[in-house]
T-cell receptor, first 113, second 116 residues
Framework: QQQVKQSPQSLIVQKGGIPIINCAYENTAFDYFPWYQQFPGKGPALLIAIRPDVSEKKEGRFTISFNKSAKQFSLHIMDSQPGDSATYFC????????????FGPGTRLSVLP | DVKVTQSSRYLVKRTGEKVFLECVQDMDHENMFWYRQDPGLGLRLIYF???????EKGDIPEGYSVSREKKERFSLILESASTNQTSMYLC???????????????FGDGTRLSIL
């Protein structure tokens, strides 16, 4: 119940394409869903996050769509660029003082020029 | 900007050695975490700490211990290193706000540890 499933494992798109990464969870107590972006040789960095009281959140070219009834959420990258090539992790946590996050296994995205 | 600094980027040790990985954060965060990152498995939580001298086991604590003597420093200890502990180790920190305010975790750049 603590797992977060993520797909696909890897993704290749052309510049300007819209890659979509999907995540699913079981634990209905999760109430905070961040996405992290990791470049080679660097630690993950927070990209965008959503709470279940909204169905969509947009920050620049990055959009999270959230479907509470299906317990699924996804990341869309509009007008993708080669600089977006990175590994993306979804995560989930319960709003408690422990901040104990559960991470998906990651998606390696390559955006071709 | 939050800075989480891990003492070594690369480390090579031998089987059976006691290994120390150090992490320091400069934002007075209450929470600190140690993860290991392996291809296809994502980030798995080893230990975390809510406060000085407090620690909690994560998902894969076996073979590891931690120490938090000061708020800014969180150490991961491999008591007797084994080859299956070869991995990328990531440290993270976060602050604790009042209920309803989830805070993101801020990560260091990792220590790539090889056990020969």
């Amino acid at each position: 119940q603590q797992q977060v499933k993520q797909s696909p494992q890897s993704l290749i798109v052309q510049k300007g394409g819209i890659p979509i990464i999907n995540c699913a969870y079981e634990n209905t107590a999760f109430d905070y869903f961040p996405w992290y972006q990791q470049f080679p040789g660097k630690g993950p960095a927070l990209l965008i996050a959503i709470r279940p009281d909204v169905s969509e959140k947009k920050e620049g070219r990055f959009t999270i769509s959230f479907n509470k009834s299906a317990k699924q959420f996804s990341l869309h990258i509009m007008d993708s660029q080669p600089g977006d090539s990175a590994t993306y992790f979804c995560a989930a946590t319960i709003d408690n003082y422990g901040q104990n996050f559960v991470f998906g296994p990651g998606t390696r995205l390559s955006v071709l020029p | 900007d939050v800075k989480v600094t891990q003492s070594s980027r690369y480390l090579v040790k031998r089987t059976g050695e006691k290994v120390f990985l150090e992490c320091v954060q400069d934002m007075d965060h209450e929470n600190m975490f140690w993860y290991r990152q392996d291809p296809g498995l994502g980030l798995r939580l080893i230990y975390f700490s809510y406060d000085v001298k407090m620690k909690e086991k994560g998902d894969i604590p076996e073979g590891y211990s931690v120490s938090r003597e000061k708020k800014e420093r969180f150490s991961l200890i491999l008591e007797s290193a084994s080859t299956n502990q070869t991995s990328m180790y990531l440290c993270a920190s976060s602050s604790t706000l009042s209920r309803g305010g989830n805070q993101p975790q801020h990560f260091g750049d990792g220590t790539r540890l090889s056990i020969l």
